[in-house]
């Protein structure tokens, strides 16, 4: 099992252009979340989902859109970015209570 | 609103020692809590929750926290530290309203020297 996979590791993006960055699991978790980690804050919620065609925003889902279509992939799109969007991004699923989460894509918006 | 706080960026103990990492939470509600641990360029890896029962939980790696209402806290600890227990740890609670999301603290870097 590969749990959680994140592509890319790395991104470094300029002002105004769009990325998608990818999540996959195969462990058949329903709910799958984006996080975004910055230096002191914690993670913030972006965005979760609770199966294949349902999803709905976390804490700060302001220039970010995500889609669900399978329970196997969780997609989360930058449409502008945006130098405030610099930040770790971590893609989890759940499962009873606990939560998997993949190894992280860094992106950097200059 | 739900929230924790880890009041501590940075806990330095020696090995051989007890460590103690600490975290208060604020929820309506009985709360629903959890440790999670980061190792350097990975992501977060789960250690313990509290649901309810015992204060007293015990988790992986030989961690365990202790429940208090009274206080609204939820420390981790461990008897004994490791070097290789260095890294950074995480508190976070679920949201009483919404089961499905979770908040974070901010995160405390656990140093332990040999």
């Known amino acids: 099992n590969a749990g959680v996979t994140q592509t890319p590791k790395f991104r470094i993006l300029k002002i105004g252009q769009s990325m998608t960055l990818q999540c996959t699991q195969d462990m058949n978790h329903n709910y799958m979340y984006w996080y975004r980690q910055d230096p002191g804050m914690g993670l913030k919620l972006i965005y979760y989902s609770v199966g294949a065609g349902i999803t709905d925003k976390g804490e700060v889902p302001n220039g970010y859109n995500v889609s669900r279509s399978t329970t196997e992939d969780f997609p989360l799109r930058l449409e502008l970015a945006a130098p405030s969007q610099t930040s770790v991004y971590f893609c989890a699923t759940k499962q009873s209570y606990e939560q998997y989460f993949g190894p992280g894509t860094r992106l950097t918006v200059t | 609103a739900q929230s924790v706080a880890q009041p501590e960026d940075q806990v330095n103990v020696a090995e051989g020692n007890p460590l103690t990492v600490k975290c208060t939470y604020s929820?309506?509600?009985?709360?629903?809590l959890f440790w999670y641990v980061q190792y350097p360029n990975r992501g977060l890896q789960f250690l313990l929750k509290?649901?309810?029962?015992?204060?007293l939980v015990k988790g992986s790696y030989g961690f365990e926290a202790e429940f208090n209402k009274s206080q609204t806290s939820f420390h981790l600890k461990k008897p004994s530290a490791l070097v290789s227990d260095s890294a950074l740890y995480f508190c976070?609670?679920?949201?009483?309203?919404?089961?499905?999301?979770?908040?974070f603290g901010s995160g405390t870097k656990l140093n332990v020297k040999p």
């Open positions: 976070a609670v679920r949201d009483a309203g919404n089961f499905n999301k979770f908040y």
């Open positions: 509290y649901i309810t029962g015992d204060n």
């Open positions: 929820v309506s509600g009985n709360p629903y």
